[in-house]
């Protein structure tokens, strides 16, 4: 597979961040994650940023409209070929618009890595990652808050990949290592 489309679905704290940097060293594709673009506007004080902090805060989902331009601008930039999506989409109308563009640009996904961990294990990662990075975002209550937003809103999204037989499905308990060793599995199978 030449510059690999990805998406990395997975309930928040599951590791997909770390994955897709692994990825991003061994198969030279740029990570696509709104979650830290929209850190990064909140921190510019951007527009875009003020839209979203506050939503963020609360571990609420920012509004569709908002989080679908930031990916569209992002993916329509000639380094992404390839990519891996980390993050997005987490609604259906999200998997729509990002069906859309793809089909536009030519460059449909290729693979739907669904990490699975845990819900009580999740809890417990993100909140030691609170200690370690101090995210807003990752205190007890909004932490339950975007589990419950995953389950509801995003977690169906591996029925709808599944349906064009894009989802390989990788248990995401265990070290870094052994999770990565999984993912490179599934995508060479
Ligand atoms: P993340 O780093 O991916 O966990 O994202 C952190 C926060 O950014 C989320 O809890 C949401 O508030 C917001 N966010 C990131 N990506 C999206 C998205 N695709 N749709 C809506 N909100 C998002």
Redesign the pocket.
Known sequence: MSAPRLLLLGP?GAGKGTQAQLLVERLEIPQI????M?RAAVAEGTPVGRE?KG??DR????PDAV?IGVAEERLQKPDAEGFILD?????AA?AEALDGLLEKLGRPLDVCVAMTVDEEQLVERLLKRAEIEGRA?DNEETIRN?MNVYREQTEPLIAYYRKRDLVREVDGLGSVDEVADRIRKVLSP
């Open positions: 928040p994650s709104t979650g830290d929209l979203a939503c963020m571990g609420e989902l920012v989080v993050g997005f989409p987490r609604t999200q975002d975007r």
